[in-house]
């Protein structure tokens, strides 16, 4: 089975830390994504990376970042946590680009700043 | 043209019942469409997906109807059950489209069926 782990599910933060999300898959896939999802919003992209080292943005990149070092791992980045960021954060993997879109979520991140 | 517009938001039917969730999607170039469920504190998951070259396909009691002309597609539901309680995306992309071919999500269907 495909395995997506976001190693922290429950984190409180104080506005204006930084803040780190980590995400491992275990299926070499080469594809992974962090989305955003809000009551009434549903899922919004932040950021996507097809390969190592790369990155582009999605729909919501404004106050987040990412980093892939290595290909297993793509971690999202909030430089100064705000309120406004409170949510709950999914981590999602694929394979390549060309072989079809399923993509394989982990069981998210619940983030409240305060 | 990038949307995908699920509705309604909320659902709730009784035990047996046929709930039944709408997608209407522009870009006629996308050809494939899945559906996720996503249950209380869990991360979503593949249900059933379609292609456009077929109107129906079904899946133990879960069926997807398309409709190519319409541009839209809807999940139905058999026979349901409390333990299909669960939040609904609705999802299209383009397959083998590279990095043009992420998925599009529709803002999710919260269903509730009631014993």
């Known amino acids: 089975d495909v395995k997506v782990t976001q190693s922290s599910r429950y984190l409180v933060k104080r506005t204006g830390e930084k803040v780190f999300l980590e995400c491992v898959q275990d299926?070499?896939?080469?594809?992974m994504f962090w989305y955003r999802q809000d009551p009434g919003l549903g899922l919004r992209l932040i950021y996507f990376?097809?390969?190592?080292?790369?990155?582009e943005k999605g729909d919501i990149p404004e106050g987040y970042s990412v980093s892939r070092e290595k290909k297993e791992r793509f971690s999202l980045i909030l430089e100064s946590a705000s309120t406004n960021q409170t949510s709950m954060y999914l981590c999602?993997?694929?394979?390549?680009?060309?072989?079809?879109?399923?993509?394989?979520f982990g069981e998210g991140s619940w983030l409240t700043v305060v | 043209q990038q949307q995908v517009k699920q509705s309604p938001q909320s659902l709730i039917v009784q035990k047996g019942g046929i709930p039944i969730i709408n997608c209407a999607y522009e870009?006629?170039?996308?050809?494939?469409f899945p559906w996720y469920q996503q249950f209380p504190g869990k991360g979503p998951a593949l249900l059933i997906a379609?292609?456009?070259?077929?109107s129906e396909k079904k899946e133990g009691r879960f069926t997807i109807s398309f409709n190519k002309s319409a541009k839209q597609f809807s999940l139905h539901i058999m026979d349901s059950q409390p333990g299909d309680s669960a939040t609904y995306f609705c999802a299209a992309s383009i397959r083998y489209g590279g990095s043009q071919g992420n998925l599009i999500f529709g803002k999710g269907t919260k269903l509730s069926v009631k014993p």
């Open positions: 870009n006629t170039a996308f050809d494939y």
């Open positions: 990376s097809y390969d190592v080292k790369m990155k």
């Open positions: 999602a993997s694929s394979p390549s680009p060309y072989s079809g879109n399923t993509i394989y």
């Open positions: 379609i292609r456009p070259d077929v």
């Open positions: 299926m070499d896939h080469e594809n």
